[in-house]
T-cell receptor, first 113, second 109 residues
């Protein structure tokens, strides 16, 4: 398997549920990111991990909880979400260097009912 | 505040040329990126500009003017598979990416 993978691809959950999104990168990168993408809005950076340490947390509600057990895996734990949290959640990774372009996974389409 | 502006939607004809503009106001500048995102898929990296001028990569070219806070993505010999959203992003002084909302490009036969 190559690139950045995400599971599940689709998730429907109630507001009282607890679920987790998983991301895995097979590129040997040392930074990983969680983004939220809502229709017709810019990508919103949620969390950044560099060398397994969190370096960015853009005022994300505590109902979203990230976990990075190693440089290849990233999780987003979800609990007591709101309907406005329904969106596409994208994971990305990067290696650093001059351009440090990010490589994205296919995303998890989340619907909160 | 920081802001990236790009048109919401554009339409072009197969075989033609289209230019997608991006203007930005950010706290500092450390490079500008263009990404392509097909519906239901991941964004994929297209280009990176950090110095003024034109970067050409096959049918795609990207231009940057730092003094004007302006970039464009030029797509030549358009193909139906080029129908996608094109995202402009600027890396600011904190090395954080600021994203535009994307331009949906529709290619007609």
């Amino acid at each position: 398997e190559t690139g950045v993978t995400q599971t599940p691809r689709h998730l429907v959950m109630g507001m009282t549920n607890k679920k987790s999104l998983k991301c895995e990168q097979h590129l040997g990168h040392n930074a990983m990111y969680w983004y939220k993408q809502s229709a017709k809005k810019p990508l919103e950076l949620m969390f950044v991990y560099s060398l397994e340490e969190r370096v960015e947390n853009n005022s994300v509600p505590s109902r979203f909880s990230p976990e990075c057990p190693n440089s290849s895996h990233l999780f987003l734990h979800l609990h007591t979400l709101q309907p406005e949290d329904s969106a596409l959640y994208l994971c990305a990774s990067s290696q650093g260097g001059e351009s440090d372009e990010q490589y994205f996974g296919p995303g998890t389409r989340l619907t909160v009912t | 505040g920081q802001n990236i502006d790009q048109p919401t939607e554009m339409t072009a004809t197969e075989g033609a040329i289209v230019q997608i503009n991006c203007t930005y106001q950010t706290s500092g500048f450390n490079g500008l990126f263009w990404y392509q995102q097909h519906a239901g898929e991941a964004p994929t990296f297209l280009s990176y500009n950090v110095l003024d001028g034109l970067e050409e990569k096959g049918r795609f070219s990207s231009f940057l003017s730092r003094s004007k806070g302006y970039s464009y993505l030029l797509l030549k010999e358009l193909q139906m598979k080029d129908s996608a959203s094109y995202l402009c992003a600027v890396r600011d002084s904190n090395y954080q990416l600021i994203w535009g909302a994307g331009t949906k490009l529709i290619i007609k036969p």
